[in-house]
């Protein structure tokens, strides 16, 4: 077991562990530390605990100090850069005839850098939008391709379900998601719903599919013929939050439709299954939601 901090840069969601300093940290707690970039400024989200040796990655880090009043009008005075910063990048990128999208900027602690943040379709030679950069800012800079999933994250916005995206307020690192996490949990294949604001599938598809994909291995398919204490019918629909399966008997001349729970209705293996009515995903979208 070894001691550490947890701390967050900005807004961000990942917790990283440092080295506890002399000083005692409480948790809301503004710190100066030291990372691969440089000095940063970041707030302390886990005071001084133990973690298990094969959580952490040594040797630590350790904070350097706590910030002062200073440190905090610094970061301030870079915040209130940012925007005219982005305007002029975005006038430099029209001046070089660039096609790409300036996204987000970040100037370092130090204040020896300005990192730009930027999204394309393909590679983009801006060694001459670099030079027009540096001569205006007088700064060391930075030019970073993101892809579109990151672009959210870092730009944020309101899901599908009327939340914020989970990428920009809870989700540390994205989560690897794919199509049989929507078919496990019987949602309707269209790239609509089940895509987020980047187009891509929606990671929250991934929090419940443990349970989904357990359930699904104890209920019948949609389509498929069972038996029931009522008679054999054949699945209509399947809630995997009750373990409930409705089926469609029919007897004689009459047609009925009941509810049974999960245990009491037997999959036939012979015989051929209905074919269960599922929107198609054509190759092209389900490319779309996965790159």
């Keep these: 077991m070894e001691k550490i901090v947890g701390v967050k840069f900005k807004n961000g969601c990942k917790v990283y562990y440092f080295a ?8 809301g707690t503004d710190v100066i530390v030291e990372t691969a970039r440089g000095m940063e400024y970041a707030t302390v989200v886990l005071p001084e605990t133990e973690v298990a040796d094969d959580k952490i990655v040594s040797p630590l880090k350790p904070i350097v100090r706590i910030a002062t009043e200073k440190d905090r009008e610094t970061v301030k005075r870079n915040e209130e850069r940012k925007e005219g910063a982005m305007k002029l990048a975005r006038e430099k990128v029209e001046k070089c005839g660039l096609v790409m999208k300036i996204i987000d900027c970040e100037f370092a602690f130090d204040g020896s850098k300005v990192t730009f943040y930027f999204s394309a379709d393909g590679r983009v030679d801006f060694r001459e939008l670099v030079k027009e950069l540096s001569s205006a800012f007088r ?3 930075e030019l970073r391709q993101i892809g579109i999933r990151d672009e959210i994250k ?9 939340r914020e995206c989970c990428c920009s307020t809870c989700m540390p690192d994205f989560r690897k998601v794919s199509i049989k996490m929507a078919k496990n949990q019987g949602l309707s294949l269209n790239p609509g719903k089940i895509s987020g604001l980047c187009g891509r599938l929606m990671c929250c598809l ?3 599919n443990d349970y989904y994909a357990e359930a699904c291995k104890k209920v019948p398919k ?7 204490p009522e008679g054999r019918g054949h699945v209509v629909s399947v809630n ?4 409930e399966v409705k089926v469609k008997i029919e007897q004689k001349d009459a047609v009925t439709y009941r509810d049974f729970p999960a245990e009491q209705v037997k999959f036939r293996r012979g015989g051929a299954p209905v074919k269960a009515e599922e929107e198609e995903i054509s190759e092209e979208e389900l490319k779309n939601l996965l790159d």
């Design 154 to 162: 870092l730009v944020g916005g309101i899901a599908p379900c009327g």
């Design 240 to 243: 995997m939050l009750k373990m």
């Design 20 to 27: 506890p300093g002399k000083d005692t940290y409480e948790r």
């Design 206 to 208: 991934s929090y419940e």
């Design 222 to 228: 949609v389509g498929s013929e069972v038996d029931t």
């Design 139 to 141: 700064l060391r800079i």
